[in-house]
């Protein structure tokens, strides 16, 4: 019962272009979203994330954008640098909730 | 000077043996985690303590035991060790309990089991 699903295993971008990186949910009382982001032999750091009642949050290169109609969210990195190149994990929670939903990872890369 | 600390880094076992995975934090958090990463790659939480309270307990066999002695270590010990138990233990904290709230996260513990 996947409830977060990340359907692309890897991404390969050229530095200096966009890397957009997509998560789906299931669960309608999920309203709250956050980005992490793992390099090799590291434990996931927290990067970014959006509440439900807004439909875009920025920070830095790293935009997130939820569509919550489609209960889609996304990931924006612009421009891409090499230093870019992890596996994001997408993870959504009921706020009210103790416990994160992960998806499987996209591994990013970003070519020189 | 390590936020969320874990040892070891590495365990290689036999089934059927007895061990056990030490976390620590030094950010003053006062809630804890335990997750597993297994090989389909999905972080699933396994254990939550709060103010050494335990708050999540998900459907994890109950060979696994978390012990929190205080509220900057969590450990977590595995009775029998069975192949399926080969996986990454991450460890995490946070400053409160809401799932919201940013974790960070241990380094991982990878466990093999022969």
């Known amino acids: 019962d996947q409830q977060v699903k990340q359907n692309s295993p890897s991404l390969s971008v050229q530095e200096g272009r966009i890397s957009i990186l997509n998560c789906d949910y299931t669960?309608?009382?999920?309203?709250?979203f956050l980005w992490y982001k793992k390099y090799p032999a590291e434990g996931p750091t927290f990067l970014i994330s959006i509440s439900s009642i807004k439909d875009k949050n920025e920070d830095g290169r790293f935009t997130v954008f939820l569509n919550k109609s489609a209960k889609h969210l996304s990931l924006h990195i612009v421009p891409s640098q090499p230093g870019d190149s992890a596996v994001y994990f997408c993870?959504?929670?009921?706020?009210?909730?103790?416990?994160?939903?992960f998806g499987k990872g996209t591994l990013l890369t970003v070519n020189p | 000077d390590t936020a969320v600390s874990q040892t070891p880094k590495y365990l290689v076992t036999q089934m059927g043996n007895d061990k056990s995975i030490k976390c620590e934090q030094n950010?003053?958090?006062?809630?804890m985690y335990w997750y597993k990463q297994d090989s389909k790659k999905f972080l699933k939480i396994m254990f939550s303590?709060?103010?050494?309270?335990?708050?999540i307990n998900e459907t994890v066999p109950n060979r696994f035991s978390p012990k929190s002695p205080d509220k900057a270590h969590l450990n977590l010990h595995i009775n029998s060790l069975e192949l399926g138990d080969s996986a990454v233990y991450f460890c995490a904290s946070s400053r409160g309990a809401r799932s919201y709230n940013e974790q960070f996260f241990g380094p991982g513990t990878r466990l093999t089991v022969l």
């Open positions: 993870a959504s929670t009921e706020g009210s909730n103790y416990k994160l939903t």
């Open positions: 303590y709060n103010n050494k309270e335990l708050i």
């Open positions: 950010l003053g958090h006062d809630t």
């Open positions: 669960n309608s009382m999920f309203d709250y």
